[in-house]
Structure formats: C-alpha cells, structure tokens
C-alpha cells in the first residue's frame, strides 16, 4: 500500500517552474525515504506541496488512497502527513508545553499522552516545558519541533534538513532519534548529509535542477556513480 503517491507533478512560483514531471511513492513497509540533492533543487517546493502549503500545476497527490492535491494543509495533517520544517516554525513567546499543545490541535483527546510520550523521548523539555520556545538552545528548539510533529499521531513525518545550523554531536542525536522514530512512523527525509539520509533509508530519490535523476535502495543509491561523484567527494 502507498502511503503518498506523486505522479507527474510540476510546482511553479508564478511563472517560473520548480519541479517538472515528478512521481515518487512512500510505501506501507518504507521506515525511511530520503530525498537529496544540491541546493536549489526543489527539495522543500516538493515538501511545501505534500504538506498542501503549495498547489501544484500539474499531477496528482495522494496521502493514504486519497487525492490531496488541493487539499488545504490541516486536512493533510488530518490524513497523516506532518512534516517538521527547516524553519522549525516554534511559536517563540510560547512555552515548550504550550507548543506541543498547538501540534495536538487534531488530536486533543490524546494531549497528554502523546506530550509524556515525547517528554520521555527528550527529557529536556520536560525540564524546561515552561520556559519560552525562543529561550532555548538550537538543539532543544529541533527536539520541540519534532516533539510537536509526533503530537499530531503522524503516519508520515517529514523533515527538511533537520541537521541545518546543529553541531556535529547534535546533528547525530538528530539522526539518532530519527532512526528511532522510523521504527513506528514512516519518515521522509531531505537532508544535506547524504551519506547519513541514505544510510537510513529503505529507499531514495535523487532530485536535481526540478527533477527525479534516478531512485533506487538506499544502498544502491549511496554506491551509485551520480551521488559518489557529486556528493562524496572527499
């Protein structure tokens, strides 16, 4: 079973167009799907448009069976779809709890479950559930970012480049929890490390100047010529 289903999709940013023609699949049995490839290559314009911010031109979106092409975006939050953004979008003057209460707004029967489940992922919020969102450190602003996606019961969670502007030691604890995340939900991932997002997938994508250039396993893919040669470097 498709999890999400693209086929054929072209974005545009008024007149000029970011993606051309582009199909992918996350399947039922996929723990990680990632998405690489250089700056500028549409990677969070395809992100953008699963999550409903964007409307595509052409092709067709589905999340779980159902076409969400038009969909606004709380109605894919809804289906099963959240993604954690680059921008971490916190509500700053809010506190940590008070954050992961505004990504339960679809499901608020189960608050208190889910913020204790996240609370014993990241103990640290805990100890700081109420202190302001934009007091924090750069590593516990990623933690309540991706705490608040799993508030909302996520089949399907999406990070774009979670490591971005993190240490090396806390781009691993990212990468770590990650991991640990696929073991319940399915995650697709863009990220800049691609020897790390394709070490953790079942299965990837390149994406280059708007376009899928090839797919394969993440093993095949992190073996492949296109990725050593371009992305490996050194």
Known sequence: MSLIDVDGLDVHYGELQVLWDVSLEVREDDSVVSIVGPNGAGKTTLLKTLSGILTPTNGRVEVLGQDVTEAPSDDIVERGFVQVSEERNLFGDLSVEKNLRMGS??????????????????????????????????????????????????????????????????????????????????????????????????????????????????????????????YLRG
């Open 105 to 230: 707004f679809t499901k608020r029967e189960a608050f208190e479950e889910n913020r204790d489940m996240v609370f014993e992922m990241f103990p640290v919020l805990e100890e700081r559930r109420d202190q302001k969102a934009r007091t924090l450190s750069g590593g516990e602003q990623q933690m309540l970012a991706i705490g608040r996606g799993l508030m909302a019961e996520p089949k399907v969670l999406a990070f774009d480049e979670p490591s971005n502007a993190l240490a090396p030691q806390l781009a691993e604890q990212v990468f770590e929890t990650i991991e640990e995340i696929s073991d319940d939900v399915t995650v697709v991932l863009i990220e800049q490390h691609v020897d790390r997002a394709l070490g953790l997938a079942d299965r990837g994508y390149l994406l280059e100047n708007g376009r899928i250039q090839t797919e394969g396993t993440g093993e095949e893919l992190l073996h492949s010529d296109a990725i050593k040669e371009g």
